[in-house]
């Protein structure tokens, strides 16, 4: 990445001396900003994707500027910047002049889906792309879309371990540990001709400390070792998410006995997450920052963590209580005062992960939450669940908008 961000703009300077920015500086400026992405020098990528935008010329070479711009959207939950990224590279997908291109889209795409709940989506999504990859490429996007269609089979074995459904767990740990064994198929096939053999190997340790989690396990050892192989190559963002997760493993992990033991516990896990956090602060990575502060909030870790709040708890606070027939029509249904809160978040569209970072509750739990207010309403889908809200003069606040917005690329 560093070799390719100095040839970038090199080549930048060179084109603009002969007058051919226009011609071919929003491809140079993507590039370099793809680096920048890599390396966690958000900033310098912010600034390099804005100039790639501005000198993009409609046509097939619009795409990877745009997905560029997509990726560093989803990842610093920015929605301007992601609504100018797809603006610009969706109308020239189905002609995208390299694979590479069109990978770092879906790539985007699909961390937005991840960001906002929509796992159904996602792992649709990610199913479809990697079943249209050719059978032997072994890249940095290749193994970022398995580890990411491995996150989304995790988040969805964790949801249904959570209410209780064994079978839509097993249904996804079986999912994750074939998307495991299919990526590491092509590493053993293409094992000689892997462009950098030591991005493969930090892309492996985070598919399979994905895959652990799919499967029910607490592996804090497995994300230590995601975390140190990116962290040895400088690739700050998925390094700081895997310092995330060995802190929460750290967290769930079954408490060893003895005096003192569960603050040792908790005390192990201080250390990761403020890691975690410290990337993410630096990097403007949004929604990893929440994810900290609310693991280190519920975990009760360390104060320094979390001195700061989180976007919607104050507005939450300050939410209209229902009127009178609203209370009575509610209490009919058995909704407890906490599912009261949540479908009123459920009636102003916030997603669970918004909820859940509100409410200092886990994703998991918000999703139980909701999962259990739509049986009480006898109703099929959240939408439904927030046209009762409203007929019941339920009014939430105004939901924050860290997630990166819906995305339904044409076709």
């Not at 009261?340 to 918000?366: Q, Y």
Request: glycine fraction near 8%.
């Amino acid at each position: 990445p560093e070799e390719a961000i100095r040839t970038a703009m090199d080549g930048l300077e060179s084109v603009r001396s002969i007058g051919l920015e226009r011609t071919y500086g929003g491809s140079l400026a993507a590039t370099a900003a793809a680096g920048a992405y890599l390396l966690g020098r958000w900033a310098d990528a912010r600034a390099l994707c804005a100039r790639a935008l501005a000198l993009a010329e409609p046509g097939p070479e619009a795409v990877w500027p745009g997905a560029v711009a997509m990726r560093l959207a989803a990842g610093s939950g920015d929605e301007e910047l992601m609504r100018a990224g797809r603006a610009v590279a969706q109308p020239f997908l189905a002609v995208a002049p390299d694979r590479l291109h069109a990978a770092w889209f879906w790539l985007a795409v699909i961390e937005g889906d991840l960001a906002a709940d929509r796992f159904e989506a996602g792992q649709d999504r990610a199913t479809a792309a990697i079943d249209g990859l050719p059978p032997n490429i072994l890249d940095e996007p290749t193994g970022s879309l398995f580890a990411l269609a491995l996150t989304i089979a995790a988040e969805r074995a964790e949801t249904a371990r959570a209410v209780g459904d064994g079978s839509a767990a097993a249904a996804q740990a079986a999912v994750a540990e074939s998307l495991l064994a299919e990526w590491r198929r092509r590493r053993a096939s293409t094992e000689t001709a892997t462009p950098n053999r030591a991005i493969a190997e930090a892309l492996d340790a985070l598919c399979a400390a994905q895959a652990t989690r799919a499967l029910g396990a607490t592996d804090p050892f497995s994300w230590e070792r995601a975390a140190e192989a990116h962290e040895r190559l400088g690739i700050a963002y998925p390094g700081a998410y895997a310092r995330f997760r060995q802190a929460e493993a750290l967290v769930q992990a079954p408490a060893p006995r003895g005096p003192g033991a569960a603050r040792a516990a908790r005390s192990a896990a201080a250390g990761p997450l403020r890691a975690a956090m410290d990337t993410a602060r630096r990097l403007g990575a949004r929604p990893l920052v929440a994810a900290c502060v609310l693991l280190a909030r519920r975990a009760r870790l360390d104060p320094a963590l979390v001195g700061e709040r989180l976007a919607g708890s104050d507005a939450v606070a300050t939410a209209a209580p229902p009127p009178a027939p609203a209370a009575a029509f509610l209490e009919r249904r058995h909704l407890t005062p906490r599912e009261v809160e949540v479908l009123t978040l459920v009636g102003s569209g916030w997603s669970n992960g918004e909820i859940a970072s509100a409410l200092f509750i886990s994703r998991k739990t918000a999703s139980v939450h909701v999962s259990n207010i739509l049986g009480k309403l006898g109703v099929a889908d959240r939408v439904e669940a927030g046209a009762v809200a409203h007929r019941a003069g339920l009014v939430g606040p105004q939901r924050p908008g860290s997630s990166p917005q819906e995305l339904e690329p044409d076709g």
